[in-house]
């Protein structure tokens, strides 16, 4: 016997599980709602993790999702520092850590992600981090104020944005990656060599094309990164930024059908898995995009964000595929900020649209003639074009694809 039924039961403290909880109030759910996550803290923006908050910009208040009394206000039973130890999907109950037994009419897992670790020599040392907490970011600042040389594993977001928040701070980044640029493998050569530039010229010192070798220490604390190539960069402070992997341990055992390829579970393109009744969010939904025409895993919190409305209007009866064209956003200190719509996993074509020497353009990603993804650097009204391109796939003629390069020319005739 469950201790305890609820109308809706969210599994994960992220912004998939607030924004589901939130629009289901703002929808009309009048059942119980339980959000149960396994932070310390109530649901908050990760992004300021790398940037505000990181360099001290930003407090927690500033980065909370909502403020304390919303929930109580919403009526929505927040359960922090708890976890889902059982998921009996067929029976819909679930074993709290607290031993409590949760019965619920519709659920929706948000999980999220563990990151990657490496395991290398010395990678047990004092002062080597992992970024994905509220106690992960304190560690990290307090560890590289005052000068302090920091070595960056990793040449995408997280690696890019901790060395500029870092690097505004006082310390001294350098980043050591396998890719030739910086973002490349998300952005390709131009946007990530313009990128790297701006790094580079705050003082950013980037090694590419090369990887982690070990680390090497004193008295149980890193002091050297040796690359792959042989190559020794002093550190006080390491941030490891290897990706993540989707936290898919509690629908494996609840028998969810999984992704194998992707990674995540297999959801339609309402979000909802193989149980009826039970959705995914976030970083672990692979999902039927009716956007993009394929099966659609993406790991960033405003994909998350999105999916959390999706799925509280399917559990309230909206039957309504997930639509929404995922966006993306960087901010290097005050530096530069990136958007970007896509994902473009594939591309054989990329067009510049503006110039790269002004700081003013966006590149367009094109896989078989078909927009795939756009990114802009200060020039975001770009991206409503991109969204109109990617979610029509339709193909473009020569004459479009010099309208996308000629700033002269309208992007409202380009593609329709």
Known sequence: MADRHVAHLLVGGGLAGANCARWLRESGAEGEILLVGRESDAPYNRPPLTKGYLAGRESRDDVYFRPDPWWDEQRIDLRKRTSVMKLDAAAKEATLSTKEVVSFDTAL???????????????????????????????IRAEAIGGKRVVLIGGSYVACEVAASLTSLGAHCTIVMQEGTTLERGFGAVAGGWLQAVLESHGVR???????????????????????????????????????????????????????????????SRLETSVPGIYAAGDIASYDSVVHGRRLRVEHWDVAFNMGKTVA???????????????????FSDWASLEYVGPATSWDREVVRGSLDDGAFSVWYLDGGRVAGALSIGRSDDLEHARRMIASRAPLDDADVGGLADVSAELGSVGA
Request: hydrophobic letters at 40%.
């Open 313 to 331: 209007l399917n559990m309230l009866g909206a039957d309504r595929p997930h639509e929404v064209v995922p966006y993306f956003f960087s901010d």
């Open 109 to 139: 897992l948000a999980t999220g992600a563990n990151v990657k670790r490496l395991q290398v020599d010395g990678c047990e040392l004092d002062g080597i981090h992992y970024l994905r907490a509220f106690g992960n970011a304190d560690a």
């Open 206 to 268: 980037v090694i590419g094309n090369d990887a982690l070798g070990r680390f090497e220490g004193d008295f149980g604390r890193v002091t050297t990164v040796v690359t792959e190539n042989g190559e020794s960069v002093p550190a006080d402070v390491v941030v490891i930024g290897a990706g993540v992997n989707p936290d898919t341990m509690l629908a494996r055992a609840a028998r969810l059908t999984l992704d194998d390829e992707r990674g995540g579970v297999l959801c339609d």
